[in-house]
């Protein structure tokens, strides 16, 4: 369904007072669609960081440094929690 033209106009007069007036609502409800590049590097970001993290991992317990291990497998689990987290968010 199509809108006329006034109508047009007016949605778009709403839409620029509301981001004027509260930018935090527009923020909110910003759904851009992800790109394929942008999904591309999210996952091999992921992918990065949860083989970094899996080697951190087994160097420390190769090591006998616990330590070093909780580090590694919090990188491991932290980095791709953290990005799915954003994008539901985003989503929210």
């Not at 909780?70 to 987290?85: C, D, E, M, Q, S």
């Amino acid at each position: 369904m199509t809108l006329r033209d006034d109508e047009s106009r007016s949605l778009l007069e709403i839409e620029r007072d509301l981001t004027e007036t509260d930018p935090d609502l527009v923020r909110l409800f910003d759904l851009r669609p992800l790109t394929s590049s942008s999904v591309a590097a999210l996952i091999a970001g992921c992918l990065a960081m949860l083989a970094s993290g899996v080697v951190i991992s087994v160097a420390g317990a190769d090591v006998d440094s616990p330590l070093t291990a909780v580090i590694g497998a919090g990188i491991a689990t932290g980095f791709p929690a953290l990005a799915v987290y954003h994008l539901w968010w985003r989503r929210r």
